[in-house]
Structures are given as structure tokens and as C-alpha cells.
């Protein structure tokens, strides 16, 4: 089991003040809250997230009230995947979402304009793995050619997190055919033989070894993705220009939940349990990632950088440019 604490920064979360969209109505503001300092644009918000590790603050602060302090209800819905909920966030279904930063840059090359208002989660080793059934015949990267690989999601973190691994072992992507599976679902594709291999974080690592003795074929955030950015919250550009003060709020709010996420493992294991499918025994031994207390341009580089180089990207993108205070 590892865990280890993000690096603390002086300044908590983000300085610039981006927006997100509610479903409207109104709450009473509370004392020393954002509303007193001028009026919340929107006092409801409905963001999404992926029952695992990575979403434990947003939770950690709906539960301890932080949001409420500052003026807000927010709504977390539940969602399979990255790509998936920001299909929902352009929509308008979504003020905001959790999503990885592979279908971040991959929608922002597409053209969309979102911004990243927070960090969420990081790699560590054996924290996203793949993982294949008991007995099974692969036993090697290499091994995997021609085979089904579970995914939450296509052309996300972990369709170019394995490819990482597949590329280190003498394959390329066309080499295996990838399918999409909630987390959840996985290990039953597993034990069907739906499935070769499944990519897989916390707590269904930890799940599918003990239901159905799965095995670890690699660590996928190895190399390349050692210490990978994985997460955060994400919201389009029209939002953050409409409601700053909404959004600074929300950040606020956040930034107190991804400090106590970082230092206090206790906290992230008591919460685990209220919105995944995980009791508190396996709660206190997965593995879990670490947990940014701040944005940094140069670790969300490393995404863009990958993916240009898999081919993701057709040309370079800066992350500066999906990050707050930035035009366009």
C-alpha cells in the first residue's frame, strides 16, 4: 500500500475567478460566505464524478459542509467516464465534471473551450493497473497482442496509459482492441472471458484480486507516466466568464477538501465507502494516488506532451492555455 502526500504550496487552489452554470434557485447565504461578499451568479451546481479514489474531495466537502459555507448546494452525479461526462457538460446537463486530462486535451484540440479550475488526483505506482484473470495464459505486456482490453473509456488516460505499456513491450494500440466497461463491470467481464485483460484503479484493483484472484500484469503508470496528472474539475470557458464569483467559491470550497484529501489518508478512507461500491476493511489497504493542493502547468504539460507523441494530438497544445487566467 502507498500513499503519499502532495507537496504542499502556499496558495491553495487557483487565483482567477472562472464560472460555473446551476440549475438555479437560491440559497440564504451564510455568514463570511462569498454571497455576503457580493451575490453568487448561481448558488446550485450539478457536477460529475467517477465512484473512485480521484473524486474523494469533492465528497470530503459536500460532507464537512465547505461548499454550503460558502453559499453553494452542489449536486455530485455519478458518471462511467471522462469523455463521457464532458459530452454532458457541453450539453448542459453538467456545470462541471471530474474528468481525466487525456479527454480534456483531446476535447480541447477538438475545439471546445474549457478550462481545468482544479486538481484532483496523481499516480503513484500499482494505483492504475492491468489486471487479467486467475490462471490466465497472458503473462507478459507482449502476450496481449490480439487481445480485448476493458476500458472505462476509449482514447482517455487509460487507453493511452496502456498503450504506454504496450509500446515499452513491442506492440502499438492496433494491436489489442479495446472496450469500454464501467469499473464496476470489469471483473465480471474478467470472469467471462468478455475480456483479456482490464485496466483498473482503486478500489476495484483491490476488489477483483480478493472476489476473483485476478493478478497484476503492469503497472501502467510506469516510465512515461510515473507520477501521471490524472483528474480534476473541469468546466467550459462561457461558464467561467458568466459566473467568477460562483466558481471562486466552488474552488474555495474544494481547495479545503484537497487539503485534508492530502494529509489525512483516514479522512479519504471514511468517505470511500458513501459513494462506492467498497466497505471500510478494503477501504483502509488500496492503493491510492496522491492528491494536488495546487494547479501546476508543467505536471499537465507531461499529458499533452504523451498524447502528441502517441498521436492523440495532431499538433502541440500548452497547457497554459486550459488553465485559469488564460485567453482562448
Not at 459536500?62 to 457541453?90: C, D, H, W, Y
Request: proline fraction near 5%; hydrophobic fraction near 40%.
Amino acid at each position: 500500500m502507498r500513499f503519499r502526500l502532495a507537496s504542499r504550496v502556499a496558495a491553495v487552489g487557483v487565483t482567477a475567478m472562472l464560472a460555473l452554470s446551476a440549475c438555479g434557485g437560491s440559497d440564504t447565504p451564510t455568514e463570511t460566505t462569498a454571497a455576503n461578499a457580493g451575490g453568487l451568479e448561481k448558488t446550485e451546481i450539478t457536477i460529475g464524478a467517477l465512484p473512485i479514489p480521484d473524486s474523494a474531495a469533492l465528497y470530503i466537502a459536500n460532507k464537512r459542509g465547505f461548499f454550503k459555507e460558502e453559499g453553494l448546494t452542489v449536486t455530485i452525479e455519478p458518471v462511467q467516464g471522462g469523455a463521457q461526462a464532458q459530452q454532458s457538460l457541453l450539453g448542459g446537463s453538467l456545470d462541471a465534471t471530474q474528468t481525466n486530462y487525456v479527454s480534456t486535451f483531446l476535447a480541447v484540440s477538438a475545439g471546445n473551450k474549457l478550462k481545468i479550475i482544479s486538481d484532483l488526483y496523481q499516480a503513484t505506482p500499482n494505483s492504475f493497473n492491468l489486471m487479467v484473470p486467475k490462471d490466465s495464459g497472458i503473462k507478459t505486456p507482449a502476450d496481449l497482442k490480439g487481445k480485448k482490453i476493458a476500458v472505462n473509456s476509449k482514447k482517455n488516460i487509460g487507453t493511452l496509459a496502456v498503450t504506454s505499456v504496450l509500446k515499452a513491450n513491442g506492440l502499438a494500440e492496433t494491436d489489442v482492441e479495446f472496450l469500454e466497461f464501467p469499473f464496476p463491470e470489469m471483473a465480471g467481464k474478467l470472469q467471462q472471458g468478455v475480456v483479456d485483460a482490464a485496466w483498473m484503479t482503486e478500489p476495484h484493483l483491490t476488489a477483483v484480486q480478493k472476489n476473483i484472484g485476478a493478478t497484476k500484469l503492469a503497472d501502467t503508470m510506469t516510465g512515461p507516466t510515473a507520477d501521471f496528472p490524472i483528474a480534476g474539475v473541469v468546466v467550459t470557458e462561457e461558464f467561467t466568464t458568466k459566473n467568477p464569483k460562483t466558481v471562486a467559491a466552488f474552488q474555495r470550497a474544494l481547495a479545503k477538501a484537497q487539503e485534508i484529501a492530502a494529509s489525512d489518508r483516514k479522512a479519504v478512507e471514511e468517505i470511500l465507502p458513501t459513494y462506492t461500491k467498497i466497505d471500510a476493511a478494503t477501504a483502509a489497504v488500496i492503493t491510492m494516488g496522491t492528491f494536488p493542493t495546487s494547479l501546476d502547468e508543467t505536471r499537465l504539460q507531461r499529458v499533452a506532451d504523451l498524447m502528441l507523441e502517441q498521436g492523440y494530438l495532431k499538433s502541440a497544445i500548452s497547457a497554459k492555455t486550459i488553465l485559469p487566467g488564460a485567453s482562448g
